[in-house]
């Protein structure tokens, strides 16, 4: 009788179709397999397809399936840890491709994910993405509170504040963050723009933030026009 194949010998992600290959991809995401995911971005790359096709069609939207049977009781937060694992990664490849940045700084943001919220995987995104389009991008990391974001806008002087927040509970913290900078008078010195899968319009709108940005592509775009509508004023 003969031994059963191995994965590695039954099984090679360079034999699949795009198509294929983009499925498998979301089934290794969901597994929390992070070399998988991370020779399924590097196939697709080498097949001409651009970082961002990859970051929105195999990864992003992998993750996107990984939320639904989280938020459904499916899968509990140890594999969706897996999971992120994996997706960052897939990102770490695309990393030099989404920040191959221009030589010349076009302005400063200083981004954090507000207190009380891990999420880190859209910020980091956005910072990429920020880089890549010639900003010089602090990031402050997770679980930021107000008084740390008013020393480090103190310290660097940045022209946009970046905040992101993944939870419901999480979110109304961000008008904490810039209710104080008003109370300091410093509110004005800084563009603020606030990010995150639960906000909206509305939301940026309610909290006195100039600009939602509903992902990383128009956190750039905005981040650019405001900041020349502001050097222009
Ligand atoms: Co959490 N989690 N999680 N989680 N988690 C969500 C957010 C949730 C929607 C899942 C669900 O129920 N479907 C739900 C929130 C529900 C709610 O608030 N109503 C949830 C929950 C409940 C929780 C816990 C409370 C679970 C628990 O412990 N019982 C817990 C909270 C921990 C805490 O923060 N205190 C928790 C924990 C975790 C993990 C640690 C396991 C892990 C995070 C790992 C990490 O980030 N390192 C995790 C994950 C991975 C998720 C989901 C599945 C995926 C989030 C993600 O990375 N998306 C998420 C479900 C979902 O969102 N569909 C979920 C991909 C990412 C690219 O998108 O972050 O939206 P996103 O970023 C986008 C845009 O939003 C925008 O651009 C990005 C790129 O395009 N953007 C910005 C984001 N920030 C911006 C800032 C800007 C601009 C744009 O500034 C300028």
Not at 11 to 27: A, P
Not at 82 to 99: D, H, I, Q, T
Not at 100 to 118: A, M, N, P, R
């Amino acid at each position: 009788m003969s031994e059963p194949l191995s994965y590695e010998e039954d099984f090679d992600l360079r034999d699949l179709t795009d198509e294929e290959l983009v499925e498998q991809m979301y089934d290794d995401l969901y597994n929390g397999l992070r070399d998988e995911v991370v020779e399924g971005t590097q196939i697709l790359l080498e097949r001409g397809w651009s970082a961002k096709r990859v970051l929105d069609e195999a990864l992003v939207a992998g993750m996107g399936i990984v939320g639904v049977d989280f938020r459904d009781g499916i899968l509990f937060v140890p594999e969706v840890l897996l999971a992120a694992n994996a997706m960052k990664g897939g990102m770490e490849v695309l990393r030099p491709l989404l920040s191959q940045s221009s030589s010349e700084t076009i302005g400063k943001i200083l981004i954090g994910t507000v207190k009380g919220d891990i999420h880190d995987i859209g910020k980091n995104l956005v910072s990429m993405m920020m880089e890549g389009a010639g900003f010089e991008v602090i990031d402050i990391g997770i679980n930021i509170p107000v008084e740390t974001y008013l020393e480090e806008l103190e310290k660097h002087r940045p022209d946009i504040l970046g905040m992101s927040a993944l939870l419901t509970t999480t979110m109304p913290y961000m008008k904490v963050v810039i209710d104080a900078m008003v109370e300091r008078g410093i509110r004005d010195d800084y563009i603020v723009m606030v990010g995150g899968a639960p906000l909206n319009e509305e939301f940026g709108r309610a909290i006195g933030a100039d600009a939602y940005c509903r992902d990383a592509g128009v956190a750039v775009d905005t981040a650019k026009s405001l900041i020349a509508r502001r050097r222009a004023a």
